[in-house]
């Protein structure tokens, strides 16, 4: 409740330098004390709190809490808000509860603002035709259903009409400051919505956005940092100069070191230094930590780009109109480069200049190499190396999000239905090249590549270990959470919950997903059914059916290979099944354990010992890096032998007791 100033606290505080249009409009709280309003000029409506607290700033000094040197022109201040040296003013602003401004040019709401919320980013195609509206609750698979399912304009046009109400009813002529809030030493900021304990120090400008911060996961600005039509959802962290121009960026994620991100979406536990984004979809974890780094007009996702990497989106004939996609878990050399449009396939790593438009998504894990200037691709390459199962290991780890409420639906799965069925349709690529040009054919062209002879061959192998892997995986799994002691009650314990999960799959931005359930989701869009929440709500349940989907999907893959119904499968076949699934388990744990002695051979220990003899190179190797016996990884692995095949001879045991 406030309450009009008294004559006293009218004269007490002109006596302590502050001034007011109308003094008639200037209201308080019960408890408030003039004693800690001082040289505070009042205009328009104002409400002040009550100050009966101490602030304590970093150092140890305190100080009282109040308004000392400031302008205010219609604001709402806080009970133990602490204002202090506004150079400018602040105009139209709701300040919450216990938040420190000092030392800040002008705060402002200039007009009707929707903070952010409406704003078109035209993500991928910098020509156009993919503008995304952005709003505090934009997901990832959300914004990938906006950004690739242009070929349904309904179901487009039903989205944007709903998230422009969101954005009008976000709409206001006041801002808002949340509780626990500190901007400090900051320049102009107008038109902004500040969430509950951000923190703002050195900020250099904040210009039409939204700051989605809150007590579990604060958003923190540094210096000079500067953005733009922007919205920051929960957890992120931006500092040293970096500019945000017209961006989503999700929860989690880190930008600092002069980064530039212009006209781009970046999702859940990006990160972002030193380089340069334009017109991307950045999905999870898509990282880039170096200088002379561009990510341009592509959709990424867990990715990795190196040093110098970039793309072209042009051709200097009609403009930056060409697109790429780099799919889940892509990871770029130092100096590589990609001429869009071109479509880097899943888990695959891309050395060296590629100038011929490659698309290798049907040949995921693979090597896509520079050789004399022709593009070179070795399929299923990157399914025995170990910074792929390290990759694999260190995302969840890595999850910086502490919102109980996570936007972003994110399944880590190295294998699943998405990956494998790239695999199953990769091996059946492979063997049509060496049908239809030859098994003695030295090299294979394949959409824009070449593929070795030794390549093809070693990669339908890999492709095959994998496929067991997986489908070994989804068996045992199922198998171990039932009870079974014959035939028929294995046979129930393998049927399906769900038809759903049958045909293509598709990662949407990190939520992987049956196909039909996407286009079931579409079409009760389409028809205006959903609203947002309720969208979200389904993507959630997307997720959380995974594994249930999953089941279905490999088992109607297992019936392949059997050559059998689950009502027809025998003994043996599920046998065999097991059987395969621990030989494949154990081969490419190998050759990552190989992989990983690399890591340790003498060529490794270059640079080490530099006054010694090789002995001293060794032990300076050794002090530095430990021995490959002793590495935490290398353990890992061959605990993952022991512990798998232990559980493959577990159950091959089990089906040995009963008969068909």
């Known amino acids: 409740m406030f309450r009009s100033l008294t004559a006293q606290e009218i004269a007490q505080l002109e006596a302590q330098g502050c001034t007011a249009q109308n003094w008639a409009e200037v209201e308080v709280a019960e408890a408030f004390d003039p004693q800690y309003v001082r040289h505070t000029n009042f205009s328009g409506h104002n409400k002040i709190g009550a100050f009966g607290k ?22 709402e201040v806080g009970n133990d808000a602490h204002l202090y040296n506004i150079h400018n003013y602040i105009a139209n602003y709701h300040i919450g509860n216990n938040t420190c401004i000092e030392n800040v040019n002008a705060i402002l709401v200039d007009g009707k603002s929707t903070f952010g919320n409406g704003v078109r980013v035209p993500v991928m195609n910098e020509g156009g035709g993919r503008e995304i509206p952005i709003f505090n609750e934009l997901s990832a698979s959300l914004a990938y259903i906006l950004t690739l399912y242009r070929h349904r304009p309904k179901m487009i046009h039903e989205l944007e009409q709903q998230i422009d109400a969101y954005a009008e009813a976000q709409a206001s002529d006041h801002g808002y400051i949340g509780d626990h809030v500190r901007i400090l030493n900051c320049g102009s900021i107008k038109n902004v919505k500040i969430g509950d304990y951000a923190e703002l120090i050195g900020v250099s400008r904040l210009k039409n956005g939204t700051i989605n911060s809150n007590e579990a996961a604060p958003v923190r600005l540094g210096s000079g940092v500067k953005c733009i039509d922007f919205i920051l959802a929960s957890g992120v962290e931006i500092g040293d100069s970096t500019l945000v121009d017209k961006c989503f960026v999700g929860q989690g994620t880190i930008f ?41 007009a592509g959709m990424f996702s867990f990715l990795n780009a190196g040093s110098g990497s970039n793309q072209s989106n042009h051709m200097y004939k009609l403009g930056p109109i060409h697109q790429g996609v780099a799919e889940r878990g892509a990871k770029t050399t130092s100096d590589s480069y990609l001429l869009w449009p071109s479509k880097v396939g899943a888990f695959s790593l891309v050395m060296g200049r590629h100038t011929h ?40 780890k890595r999850d910086n999000r502490k919102d109980p409420h996570k936007l972003d639906q994110i399944n880590f799965n190295l294998l699943s239905p998405y990956t494998v069925q790239k695999m199953w349709r990769g091996r059946e690529v492979l063997n049509e090249l060496q049908a239809l040009s030859g ?16 390549s093809l061959v070693h990669g339908r192998e890999l492709y095959t270990i994998g496929i067991q892997k997986f489908l070994g995986n989804s068996i045992i799994s199922r198998l171990e959470k039932s009870e079974w002691h014959n035939l028929d009650e294995l046979r129930a314990a393998l049927r399906p919950d769900s038809e759903a999960g049958l045909g293509d799959w598709v990662d949407m931005a990190g939520l992987i997903a049956p196909r039909g359930e996407v286009t079931r989701l579409l079409n009760d869009i389409e028809q205006g059914r959903l609203s947002l929440e309720a969208i979200q709500n389904r993507l959630v349940e997307m997720h959380a059916n995974y594994y249930s989907y999953e089941w279905t999907w490999a088992l109607d893959k297992l019936e392949q290979v059997w050559g059998c119904s689950l009502a027809e499968v025998t003994i043996d076949k599920v ?40 002995n001293q190179a060794q032990a300076d190797f050794e002090e530095v890096r430990g021995s490959f016996e002793s590495n935490s990884f290398v353990k890992a692995v061959l605990e993952h032998i022991e512990t798998k095949t232990k559980l493959g001879n577990r159950v091959l045991e089990k089906l040995a007791c009963i008969g068909d």
């Open 439 to 454: 098994e003695n054919t030295e090299v294979y062209g394949y959409r824009n590549c070449k593929i070795r002879n030794s």
């Open 54 to 75: 101490e602030i304590e700033l970093p150092g140890g000094l305190k100080i009282h809490s109040g308004i000392y040197n400031a302008t205010l022109h219609n604001c």
């Open 256 to 296: 600092d070191k002069h980064y530039s991100a212009g006209e781009s979406l970046f999702f859940s536990n990006c990160q972002g230094m030193h380089g340069e984004a334009c017109a991307i979809f950045a999905g999870p974890y898509t990282v880039t930590h170096h200088k002379s780094t561009l990510l341009i």
């Open 575 to 614: 046998r065999k099944t097991v059987q395969d699934w621990r030989n494949a388990v154990v081969k490419l744990d190998q050759m990552v354990y190989d992989d990983a002695r690399k890591e340790f051979d003498l060529n490794s220990q270059t640079g080490f010992g530099v006054d010694g003899d090789r």
């Open 357 to 396: 438009h490659a698309d290798t998504s049907d040949l995921p894990f693979s090597y896509l190499i520079e050789n004399q200037a022709e593009s070179f691709l070795v399929p299923g390459a990157n399914l025995r190396t170990v910074g792929t199962i390290r990759d694999a290991q260190k995302w969840p």
